[in-house]
């Protein structure tokens, strides 16, 4: 458990120092601020839509009683809504880290720099680090995607849907959450995919402590936007001290891995 709080600690001191250094604060605010006006817009036309789309996916209930065929559907419609709320949740990080790419890198260079210590640059051009940051969000969204329709489905079952399964929601958005911010600065450190995901699950209460109130915050409208340039700056504070023990044991830096994956 003591995980818990020092995961939670990580996003507190990132959130500090983004406080410390205005300028790399409101740097790191434009990428945010840009990728929460796409999806408002895309949120306000599922929430005019999703009645129309439950009315079209469940024909079948045309011609049930009342109170049958509200219940049904004002139950789909806050589920499909609920759905795509948690869907935003997940991928927002991940489109703004991609929108944001030079100006989340700059900004994780800068807390190394901060910090002491080797500062580790990726050597790759921009259009090779925003395909493989593309493309390793793609993997973890369908990974997500697949923990969706799992956590929708059991949804439907009593008591067990209304209360253990919101908790798994927010303990996967926190994982994956996690994995997309420390992203930056592990790539930097020459870490695929597959090597980032086995670093995190060797400390899963650490990154569930660092992503979920993470997530939980990100459901607050315009908090995600103010929260992600400290978001980056815990995030790399938390991967040098993940990464901090095999460097230690190894001196010698390992070869740039990132386009082998």
């Known amino acids: 458990m003591r995980d818990l709080g020092a995961g939670f600690g990580y996003l507190a001191k990132g959130q500090r120092w983004a406080v410390r250094h205005g300028r790399w604060f409101g740097f790191g605010l434009l990428p945010g601020l840009i990728t929460l006006v796409l999806y408002a817009g895309a949120l306000v036309g599922l929430g005019y839509g999703a009645d129309d789309l439950v009315d079209w996916a469940t024909p079948f209930a045309d011609d ?13 419609t806050v589920l499909v809504f609920g759905l795509g709320l948690f869907l935003a949740v997940i991928t927002f990080t991940a489109v703004t880290l991609l929108v944001g790419q030079p100006f989340y890198e700059s900004l994780s260079e800068q807390v190394d720099r901060t910090e002491g210590g080797d500062v580790p640059e990726s050597g790759l051009p921009l259009w090779r680090e925003l395909w493989i940051s593309a ?3 793609a993997r973890i969204l369908v990974r997500v995607g697949l923990y969706s329709v799992l956590l929708f489905a059991l949804g439907f079952v009593p008591v067990l849907g209304q209360t253990v399964v919101p908790v798994l929601g927010f303990c996967v958005t926190g994982y994956f959450l996690a994995e997309e911010l420390t992203a930056v600065a592990l790539q930097r450190r020459g870490m695929v995919l597959r090597d980032r995901l ?3 699950r060797g400390r899963r209460l650490l990154t569930l402590g660092f992503g979920v109130p993470l997530g939980l915050a990100f459901l607050v409208p315009f908090v995600a936007v103010f929260l992600m340039p400290g978001a980056v700056a815990g995030a790399t504070l938390l991967a040098r001290d993940l990464v901090a ?6 001196e010698t830096p390992a070869p740039y891995t990132l386009d082998k994956d």
Do not use: I, K, Q
Not at 64 to 76: D, E, H, V
Not at 245 to 250: C, G, T
């Open 64 to 76: 049930w009683s009342s109170p049958w065929l509200g219940l049904l559907r004002n139950t789909l």
């Open 135 to 137: 493309r390793d969000s």
């Open 198 to 200: 086995a670093l995190l």
């Open 245 to 250: 023990p095999a460097e230690d044991e190894d």
